[in-house]
């Protein structure tokens, strides 16, 4: 079993209902939809399975039927699937490596590409025949290497670098000049007539807009600009493809598009943004902008940026491999880029997007070697190279001292000191569950955790004991996710326990939004004398008895 397929998953509740076989069989997977409840799962052996609402047929599964157990996509089974690309409304593509597109799903505004609209849901996964590449022909320019989706309109990018666009065209997001919806895949050629030597690099689809940059680092944009969100210095929508002058000089590595928002990437690791910011998703706290301003931040230099077309949230990679979040947040508005304790950026869009969707498709296996770290996860419980066994409650983990050495300094100090390490092959430990103490190991090699809550608050009693501040921030983050009307008060309690500030702050907050339900907890009766006097004092500061 794939023991990385797991842990990537792990925050993603649409597979928890999954067989760990399954799931280590996985290769590529998409969550989407209104709700971030439907998936595409390409397996190592080819086959594509689909599981969730279905809404408008996005599964493509030949019906609109619900699914809780995976099905299969019979149009997609045995292609190469390269990548998906999905809407707001249920439209779904797929890319192949030799560069063909399927659609299916939503169609009102011929945003699947086969020539009809009008209300036409296409159920099962169908070629978009415009875009095939002709057999035989090295140079046809037709062969797509990326695709895009916004709200209504979809994006394909070919490999000499031209621009196919199609769908919705209400604010020019097809940028053919009007505000006529396009029903097949139209050739973009406005760029290229004023750069004919220059081709697209990189495309990215905001709610009802797009954006395009060009080998030599220079933006286009057109669509909907209603605040800004194309960085020309104004707000008004543009039918064609128009050149951010404001950026003149500056080389856009990348850009990542929200909801009415966008994020720019120099080369140099500088980080741009432009358009809404209701929640704060530029990174700073102004009200939207028209034209790119440069994030100032402590991030570091930036090595990638993420967002979502239907959401207001941002996400970027610092210097320091730190994943960094801000806008709308779970409902929450954070202005500055701040700091989360994931690994990766699918991790926290699944723990503070709202809806939890994915920016694009998770690659959960390839056929390239295991990595250092993909052997060091494996080395985890390995009879067979471990010369260290910890025993839990009569159950064996398998272990390595020099790992546990390295990542922990209670081992360290342990060995050192306690007993002769060479001669002993076996320790027992009792203060914690069997199942706690293999979670703790196994983060010691991964860096990962995956327990439910419940367990969580007595991991973060491990990590209090053991002095693994790092560890602490996890707990926090899966205690954060598990908290309700019935428990916030006894989190609470957990939070001041461990001094764990970020952790009491966010109870309050939660608390303050449903108080007369708290009141009436279970978990509120049991607070002690000190506790609840405190809990009071902090929720009467922040407002929640004023009149």
């Given at each position: ?11 993603w509740?649409?597979?928890?209902s999954l067989?760990?076989?399954?799931i ?16 595409l ?14 809404i408008?047929g996005?599964l ?6 619900f ?10 089974c045995k ?5 998906f690309?999905?809407?707001n409304k ?13 659609s299916?799903g939503?169609?009102?505004?011929g ?7 009008d ?5 099962v996964?169908?070629l978009?025949s ?6 035989g ?6 062969r797509?290497?990326?695709?895009a ?11 000499f670098?031209d621009?196919?666009v199609?769908?919705?065209?209400k604010f ?16 973009l ?6 750069y004919?030597?220059?081709k ?5 689809c905001?709610?009802?807009?797009t954006m395009a940059?060009?080998?030599?680092g220079?933006v286009?944009a057109w669509?909907n600009?209603?605040i800004?969100q194309l ?23 990348k850009?990542?598009c929200g909801?009415e928002h ?9 980080l ?9 998703q530029?990174g700073f ?5 028209y034209?790119?301003?440069m994030?100032?931040?402590k991030?570091?230099k ?6 979502v077309?239907c959401?207001?949230i941002s ?6 491999g730190y994943?960094y979040i ?6 929450q ?15 926290a869009?699944?723990?503070y997007?709202?809806?939890s969707?994915m920016?694009k498709?998770l ?8 990595s250092?770290?993909?052997?060091l996860?494996n ?5 067979d ?7 839990v409650?009569?159950q ?13 300094s209670?081992?360290r100090?342990?060995?050192?000191h306690d007993?002769?390490?060479n001669?002993?092959s076996?320790?027992?430990?009792d ?11 196994k983060?010691?090699?991964?860096g ?18 053991y ?20 428990n916030?008060?006894?989190l609470?309690s957990v ?19 449903h108080?007369?339900?708290v ?7 049991n607070?002690?004398?000190n506790?609840?006097?405190t809990?009071?004092i ?10």
């Amino acid at each position: 079993m794939c023991a990385q397929c797991i842990s990537d998953l792990r925050n993603w509740p649409i597979f928890s209902s999954l067989e760990p076989d399954f799931i280590s069989q996985i290769h590529m997977v998409l969550v989407y939809g209104e709700l971030g409840r439907d998936t595409l799962m390409v397996m190592r052996n080819k086959m594509v399975y689909a599981m969730g609402n279905n809404i408008n047929g996005c599964l493509g599964t030949g019906d609109t039927n619900f699914t809780l157990y995976p099905r299969q996509v019979e149009a997609l089974c045995k292609k190469n699937i390269k990548t998906f690309a999905y809407g707001n409304k249920s439209q779904v593509l797929a890319l192949t490596k030799e560069g063909e597109v399927y659609s299916w799903g939503y169609n009102i505004y011929g945003e699947l590409g086969h020539g009809t609209c009008d209300s036409v849901i296409t159920l099962v996964p169908t070629l978009v025949s415009t875009l095939v590449p002709t057999l035989g022909n090295s140079v046809d320019s037709r062969r797509i290497v990326d695709i895009a989706c916004g709200s209504h309109h979809s994006v394909a990018l070919t490999e000499f670098g031209d621009v196919y666009v199609w769908g919705q065209n209400k604010f020019g997001q097809v940028g053919n000049g009007n505000n006529i919806n396009q029903s097949t895949p139209r050739l973009l050629d406005s760029i290229h007539l004023e750069y004919p030597m220059k081709k697209v690099v990189c495309i990215s689809c905001g709610d009802a807009f797009t954006m395009a940059v060009v080998e030599n680092g220079e933006v286009f944009a057109w669509g909907n600009n209603s605040i800004g969100q194309l960085g020309l210095g104004d707000d008004e929508d543009r039918t064609r493809p128009c050149r951010l002058d404001l950026l003149k000089g500056t080389v856009i590595a990348k850009v990542a598009c929200g909801s009415e928002h966008t994020l720019a990437l120099t080369d140099e690791g500088n980080l741009y943004s432009w358009g809404g910011n209701d929640y704060g998703q530029l990174g700073f706290d102004e009200k939207e902008i028209y034209e790119p301003v440069m994030v100032v931040h402590k991030m570091g230099k930036v090595s990638d940026i993420a967002a979502v077309h239907c959401q207001n949230i941002s996400i970027a990679i610092g210097e320091e491999g730190y994943v960094y979040i801000w806008g709308n947040c779970r409902g929450q508005k954070i202005t500055i880029p701040t700091a989360t304790t994931f690994s990766n950026m699918y991790d926290a869009l699944a723990c503070y997007g709202s809806p939890s969707v994915m920016h694009k498709p998770l690659i959960l296996y390839s056929d390239e070697e295991p990595s250092v770290l993909e052997c060091l996860e494996n080395s985890f419980d390995d009879e067979d190279t471990s010369d260290l066994t910890i025993q839990v409650e009569g159950q064996s983990i398998f272990v390595h001292k020099a790992i546990l050495k390295i990542r922990c300094s209670y081992f360290r100090n342990m060995f050192q000191h306690d007993w002769a390490e060479n001669n002993r092959s076996v320790i027992k430990l009792d203060q914690f569950s069997y199942v706690v103490y293999k979670t703790f190991l196994k983060y010691l090699y991964t860096g990962m955790i995956n327990l439910p809550m419940e367990k969580a608050i007595e991991l973060l009693n491990l990590a209090d004991s053991y002095c693994e501040s790092n560890l602490k921030k996890h707990c926090v983050q899966i205690i954060k996710q598990g908290i309700s009307v019935s428990n916030v008060a006894y989190l609470y309690s957990v939070a001041v326990q461990y001094n764990e500030e970020e952790l009491e702050g966010f109870c309050i907050r939660f608390a303050i939004n449903h108080m007369t339900a708290v009141t009436q907890t279970e978990s509120f009766a049991n607070l002690d004398e000190n506790t609840l006097r405190t809990f009071i004092i902090k929720t009467g500061r922040a407002g929640v008895f004023k009149m």
